[in-house]
């Protein structure tokens, strides 16, 4: 009887849907479809950071690699793009588009849920809808500092829950949350743009740095 009830239904067919699929597979095409650059605006994302040739960058949760092949034009062929994910079907695709491309600077490295595995410490670790899938989040970003190299940042775009059922799905945080866990994890706040309409944009690094 409660199926009646069209919330619950409507609920019941995104749960199905999301239980189903996960993050995996189906969605990787949409992410890297070169439309999303329209609202997604990665130029002007990667413009903010001011990246310096030859950085060595993390781009956490890649995906398949939409902000990946940004990031690895601004650090140029002396530098690294770590491609970070835990999901071996993105790392094929990111591997894939790293031959077809010949972007050598860009490495897949194959995170654990707890442990990104960087090989090296690097300048940047730069995270887009990434941050809210992620568990025992202070904790993560805690441990994360000791890869970060002297000055060091954290960059992380997260969508704002917005709307009845935004966040009904754990699919968005709040950017007051990220900032607030992002300190207790011994971080501090250094910049806090306004670039994409849908996502908070904050930068962090080290509070004792
Ligand atoms: C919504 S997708 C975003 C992909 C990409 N950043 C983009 O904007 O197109 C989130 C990605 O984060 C990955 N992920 C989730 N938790 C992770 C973790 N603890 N460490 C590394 N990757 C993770 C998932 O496998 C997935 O590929």
Redesign the pocket.
Same mark, same amino acid.
């Given at each position: 009887m409660f199926l009646t009830f069209p919330y619950t239904r409507v609920a019941l067919l995104l749960a199905t849907v999301l239980l189903g699929t996960g993050?995996?597979g189906w969605?990787?095409q949409d992410?890297?479809d070169p439309s999303?650059d329209v609202w997604?605006k990665p130029q002007g994302v990667v413009e903010k950071l001011a990246i310096g040739r030859g950085a060595r960058v993390a %781009?956490?949760?890649?995906? !398949?690699?939409?902000?990946t092949w940004h990031l690895a034009k601004a650090v140029s062929a002396r530098g690294t793009v770590y491609a970070? %994910?835990?999901?071996p079907t !993105?790392l094929d695709m990111i591997f894939k588009e790293m031959v077809a491309r010949g972007t050598p600077n860009v490495r897949p490295v194959h995170?654990?849920?707890?442990n990104?595995k960087l090989p090296e410490p690097v300048d940047l670790v730069f995270?887009?809808?990434?941050y809210h899938?992620?568990?025992d989040r202070v904790a993560?970003f805690r441990s994360l500092a000791s890869s970060l190299r002297p000055g060091g940042r954290v960059a992380i775009?997260d969508a704002h829950p917005r709307g009845f059922f935004s966040g009904l799905f754990g699919d968005r945080i709040a950017k007051e949350d990220v900032r607030s866990e992002m300190e207790a994890a011994g971080y501090r706040l250094v910049n806090d743009y306004d670039v994409v309409e849908s996502q908070h944009f904050q930068v962090f690094a080290k509070a004792d740095s």
């Open positions: 993050c995996a969605n990787y992410m890297a999303r997604q %781009d956490l949760g890649s995906g !398949a690699g939409y902000f970070v %994910d835990t999901d !993105a995170a654990e849920p707890h990104p995270s887009c809808n990434t899938q992620m568990n993560y775009l």
